[in-house]
């Protein structure tokens, strides 16, 4: 997989994470950034940006000058109090390994026999050739990106920076540009623009002089293009803004470009011209192919959500929320029509990784993760852990070697995770280490403390959590047995180190240094096997106090303490040489030099003055034997740039006489990972270059496999007898669903053997799988499932199902599957339905869906129950306006359209916070206290939920009259609800002028349709509810104020300039005084002939409509008008009810039938029919 950072392409900002480095503010103690008590593991604090420092150090410009004063011998010192510690330590490491190396002269003229002596007897102080050169106009610069390509390039190229976190951009940069190493530099600011702030640089992998630099998008967002290792440059517009960059691992032109809106765009010409491939790219999830596995070079996989409208949500729900594709297409060719999707079903977001011969996804269903993987690009198959895992979290760490290391969270995890080993596909796990730590990196990632170490196959180190204290285990067999790692025998001192195992072992802190400048905590190098260098303590349990180095010759069975502090350890000459750094916060000059892996170190100077060290570069050719440190000499200095060689400590390239054989071993057993192999090592104390073709590798053998080399196969767990047993949940006699009568399966003995282990013969026939004869098998574990796992899905759209059979056979049993709505198909066999059976519901409802399989031995059924639905678009809340305290009401949510499937209905009743819920529009609530309330409804159909909220008046009792107007208002009614709640405000407030009634016992109501009609509610005082009696004629006489106002034709108002508006009371109408007892009245009597006067005044209007004009004028509109209103009060109990059937149209419905909240105790309009009906959904 393709890493910048093996380009050298390297960030140097605020005390260093990542690729990044920076200016180190000194602090006052030089204390360790891992030098913390266990319970406070070191969590480097968060700049804007993801620009981290390290633990305590502090903005530049505080704490540099009260470390200064600090050094003895005035401003800078004469680093005697680094001398006399640094020779403390080389003593001590001398002592405990016996006679050191006797350090050759500076100019490399020869042996010595002890150090060269100053006439005044005192040891000459060695040096290493070295030149420091600062950059001139950057000391107000706080980053830095440096290339060094290496590879027989003598070209250093620098990027420095000003970046203000207040404002989170950069706002000032230089570029500076070597050829001789680092020895001296140029800058280029006016090559590439000197008002142009550039902010990131980039290399081509396969072409190191190719260069693009970047512009800060908080500018001008443009990119400059260089093929000549920076010397010239040329500038392009951009019209996005490039957040990150993906080379090909082959095509050196061939560019990927991620911008800032999430866009993915592709260039062919190394970004002179760019081309938009797809939108919606998740972050870091797109890959260029990889050779010999995808068919075309330029095809990229890519994760793409879909657009859902789930963009809204925060980060924490984005995952669980938004659901994405896993897609593949060519970079010039990414159309709609050209894309294709290897894996047909969304995806998780996050979730793709194509890495090796391998692709891995994610699907949650049933609040369940589920892995898939693809092999060499075959159909995806699902990863089968351990049945009761549970996973929670799972990350692949390595796929190297056709095999897949990947760490587990399970269900009672929460700090640590279970390391888990696959089979050669990438299917079936089994457990390797449980409980191992976790910890977060510098950009929230998860960091799995488990290190593989380099040159050596098989061998692994980790840090596992055993009853709270964590403690490091080393294998040699990639995981199949772990033992703790053992002590140094002394100590630097050379006294014996008294730990006994296994309350007592070395720990180690396996954190890989994010940062090209810093060695990390632990290293080794392919080109220097056996050799690894680490941070720990001796212990009982891995602590962050008490911490030295400690270095291993021999792979990891033996180890020697070589500081008591922590250092930076760099490997020369091809890891013949080591460099080692001390790790500090206070200004240094010196630095030591081991050619015997580390049993004894010469120390050299490489600066007359103490440097603050930001970081330091070796080169990456390795060869060279050059080093670059990036520091400053004080607080406002500029950078300083110290460039060391170290080939005139190199007396002479080595020969045959300075090397030795080592043998591969795991605590004295010769075969490792089925093998024999030698080494050949540079002799302690040959002081040669190695050279770069140097060969280690003298002898590779295969041995005859043994029990070490099996592990146990998928469903087996290893017993204290090292036997393999079936686990409680699996069955060994279950045959493989892939397997048909009179085919062959492999039958496992429960072992298989360690991938990439090479032993032969000896127990490998004992522990193979056995080819054996496929029995039939009646068809068992029949399940039905949608490809997006949900059980709703919209009329009109695919419904893909998958048939999945537990056991069977696959090639001999027929498949039937009935959809429900009277289709069904029939299969032969699996075959032809392995990518999913697709069919398209013409209507909404809740289908049966059954499969059905059958075969010579019996048969299976599955049953699915599928909701299809048509998506909601209106729902208009029907309700009172004014209703009596303690008496039923009716309500009744209208849905549009009206075909919508299975309706759930969620209602809300005045302050209540748990809703009632139905499956029926209507329902029906008593309110028990008055004044205003509330009622709201939600419709939910699949995904979708729709809301609407409406307010009623709750009184004892109250009174209603019907109200008409002018025939002129009738011209200006446009009949939509807005215009009918305006009126009604003008009307009141007309009548409140008028009378001088308080304004809350008035209500108005206007209806919907023509004529325009209203209804006049006339309520009691809010105070006087319960003196009723008394009140009653106080309501009475407001009514007659009212009356004698309308009937005078005092109401009126102005609609606009030159119409003015009558309001008249709608005679023989008027609603008797309404409460909640049961006696009878003569209003009652009155509302009844009312009733009879306007059924019959209907039914004249009916016949001689044509023979009275004006009243034909009314009664052909009446047809635009509900076919039911809903009076206040009930006179029956059964109330009219709406009948979707009779609505007329979606706009009708919405802006009159869906208003209607007609209050009263009388119908005042006929029922009229209409022949329209509600569209339902369209089938696609």
């Known amino acids: 997989m393709e890493r910048l950072a093996w380009t050298w392409l390297l960030l140097l900002t605020w005390c260093s994470a990542g690729a990044d480095i920076a200016r180190r503010p000194c602090s006052a103690s030089p204390v360790s950034p891992r030098a913390r008590p266990p319970q406070e593991p070191p969590q480097p604090p968060q700049p804007p940006r993801g620009l981290p420092r390290w633990p305590g150090s502090r903005e530049r410009g505080a704490g540099r000058d009260e470390a200064l004063q600090a050094l003895p011998g005035g401003a800078w010192g004469d680093g005697d109090e680094e001398d006399e510690e640094e020779e403390v330590a080389v003593a001590r490491a001398r002592r405990s390994s016996g006679a050191g190396l006797q350090p050759f002269a500076p100019d490399g003229g020869g042996r010595t026999e002890g150090l060269p002596l100053k006439e005044d007897g005192r040891a000459r102080e060695l040096r290493l050739t070295s030149t420091s050169f600062a950059l001139t106009g950057d000391s107000a610069h706080n980053q830095a990106m440096v ?30 540009r070597s050829t001789d190493y680092g020895t001296t530099y140029e800058k280029l600011n006016d090559k590439v623009g000197l008002k142009t702030v550039l902010s990131y640089l980039y290399v081509s992998p396969t072409n190191k002089r190719k260069i693009m630099l970047l512009s800060d998008p908080e500018i001008e967002s443009s990119i400059l293009i260089s093929s000549d290792e920076g010397a010239t440059y040329q500038k392009y517009r951009l019209n996005f803004y490039i957040q990150s960059l993906l080379f090909h691992p082959k095509q050196e032109d061939w560019v990927l470009a991620y911008s800032l809106d999430q866009k993915l765009y592709s260039s062919m010409d190394f970004g002179r011209r760019w081309q938009l491939m797809h939108e919606r790219i998740t972050p870091n999830r797109f890959y260029w192919s990889v050779a010999g596995l995808d068919k075309e070079p330029d095809l990229v996989h890519m994760e793409a959500r879909t657009a859902d409208g789930r963009e809204c949500l925060s980060p924490a729900l984005i995952r669980s929320a938004l659901n994405a594709h896993y897609i593949t297409c060519r970079i010039q060719e990414c159309s709609e029509t050209t894309r294709s999707g290897p894996f047909l079903r969304s995806i998780d977001t996050s979730s793709l990784v194509v890495q090796d011969e391998y692709v891995f996804i994610q699907v949650t269903a049933g609040g369940r993760a589920n892995y898939y993987v693809s092999y060499k690009r075959e159909p995806f198959a699902q990863i089968k852990l351990p049945k009761y895992s549970l996973p929670k979290d799972m990350h692949i760490i390595s796929t190297d070697e056709n095999q897949v290391f990947a760490a587990v969270q399970e269900w009672n995890q929460n700090d640590t995770y279970n390391l888990y ?51 490091t285990f080393i294998t040699y067999n990639k995981g199949r047995d772990w033992r703790l790692v053992q002590a140094p025998d002394t100590d630097l001192r050379g006294d014996p180190v008294q730990c006994q195992m296994p309350f007592c072992s070395l720990h180690l802190h396996l954190q890989v240094s994010e940062n090209p400048y810093t060695s990390g905590s632990i290293s080794s190098k392919e080109t220097a096997p056996g050799l690894l260098v680490a941070t720990g303590n001796i212990g009982s349990e891995l602590s962050y106090a008490d911490i030295g180095m400690f270095v291993s010759s021999d792979g990891g069975n033996s180890w020697r303490q070589i500081f008591e502090e922590e250092y930076n350890v760099w490997y020369l000459d091809w890891g013949g040489a080591l460099v080692a750094m001390k790790h500090t916060s206070m200004p240094i000059r010196h630095l030591w030099v081991s050619f015997d892996e580390g049993r004894s170190w010469i120390k050299y100077s490489f600066t007359s003055t103490p440097l603050f060290v930001d970081g330091s570069l070796v080169d990456p050719g390795i060869e060279t034997q050059i080093m670059t440190i990036f520091g400053h000499f004080s607080l406002r200095s500029e950078w300083q740039l110290v460039k060391v060689d170290y080939k005139s400590i190199f007396s002479r390239r080595c020969n045959k006489d300075d090397y030795q054989t080592w043998h591969l071993h795991n605590q004295g057993e010769p075969c490792v990972m089925g093998e024999r192999k030698i080494y050949k090592k540079r002799k302690p104390g040959a002081q040669c270059a190695l050279g770069r073709d140097y060969s280690r590798t003298v002898v590779s053998e295969p041995c005859v496999c043994a029990d070490g080399d099996f592990e146990c196969d998928y469903g087996y767990e290893r017993h204290s007898n090292s036997q393999c047993v079936p686990a409680f949940w699996f069955n060994p006699s279950s045959l493989s669903k892939d397997c048909s009568f009179g085919q062959s399966y492999l039958n496992s003995t429960g072992y298989r053997r360690i991938v990439s282990n090479n032993c032969t013969d000896g127990l490998r026939e004992k522990y193979t799988a056995k080819a054996e004869k496929c029995p039939g098998k009646a068809p068992r574990g029949l399940h039905i499932l949608t490809t997006d796992g949900k059980l709703v899905t919209e ?213 919907p349709g023509l004529p325009t009609s209203a209804e006049l509610f006339i309520l009691p005082h809010k105070n006087t509810t319960e003196r009723r009696k008394g009140n009653e004629g106080d309501l009475e006489q407001i009514v007659e104020i009212l009356f004698n106002a309308l009937n005078q034709n005092l109401v009126q108002f102005e609609l606009k300039p030159g119409v003015e508006v009558v309001v008249y009371v709608t005679q023989l109408t008027l609603a008797p005084l309404v409460d909640s007892s049961t006696g009878h009245s003569s209003s009652a009597m009155l509302m009844l002939l009312s009733v009879v006067f306007v059924g019959l005044a209907v039914f004249l209007i009916y016949k001689f409509k044509r023979k009275i004009p004006w009243i034909n004028f009314y009664a052909q509109v009446q047809h635009d008008k509900e076919q039911e209103m809903i009076g206040s009060v009930s006179q029956s109990e059964n109330p009219p009810k709406i009948t979707l059937g009779e609505f007329t149209d979606p706009e009708e419905l919405m802006d009159k039938e869906l208003d209607t909240r007609v209050i009263g105790s009388i119908s005042t309009i006929a029922n009229s029919e209409s022949t329209k009906e509600i569209p339902n959904c369209t089938s696609v």
């Open 147 to 176: 290339h060094w390509s290496g590879h027989n390039s003598s070209v250093i190229l620098i990027l420095t920076k000003l970046y203000d976190f207040n404002l989170g951009s950069v706002t000032e940069s230089s570029l500076w």
């Open 795 to 1007: 009329q009109g759209h695919n419904a893909t199902f998958i048939i999945l059979m537990d056991e069977g056979d696959l090639q001999r049993t027929n498949i039937q599957l009935d959809f429900g709505d009277g289709i069904a198909v029939s299969y032969a066999n699996f075959s032809p339905i392995e990518d999913g059976i697709r069919h398209v519901y013409k209507s909404a409802g809740i289908f049966q869906v059954t499969a059905y399989a059958e075969n010579s031995l019996g048969s299976d059924t599955a049953v699915l129950f599928l909701h299809v639905v048509c998506p909601l678009e209106h729902v208009h809340l029907s309700v009172p306006f004014v209703a009596i305290r303690n008496k039923e009401v009716n309500v009744t949510a209208v849905v549009w359209p009206s075909q919508s499937g299975t309706l759930t209905y969620f209602w809300w009743f005045g302050n209540s916070t748990k809703p009632v819920i139905s499956l029926e529009s209507s329902i029906s609530y008593t309110f028990a206290t008055e004044g205003m309330n509330t009622i709201t409804v939600q419709v939910s159909a699949g995904s979708t939920l729709i809301q609407d909220t409406k307010e009623i008046a709750v009184h004892e009792y109250f009174q209603s009259q019907l109200l008409s107007f002018s025939p002129n208002l009738d011209y200006h009614n446009p009949d939509i609800p807005e215009w009918r709640q305006d009126i009604g405000r003008v009307i009141k407030g007309a009548l409140l002028q008028v009378t001088g009634i308080p304004d809350e016992q008035i209500l108005v109501a206007v209806f």
């Open 421 to 471: 080993i696959s089979d050669i596909r990438g299917v079936y796990f089994t457990l390797a280490l449980e409980n191992v730590k976790s910890s977060r990196g510098l950009e929230g990632n998860i960091i799995i403390d488990l290190y593989e170490v380099a040159g050596i196959k098989g061998v692994f180190l980790a840090n596992k959590k055993i009853e709270d204290q964590i403690k």
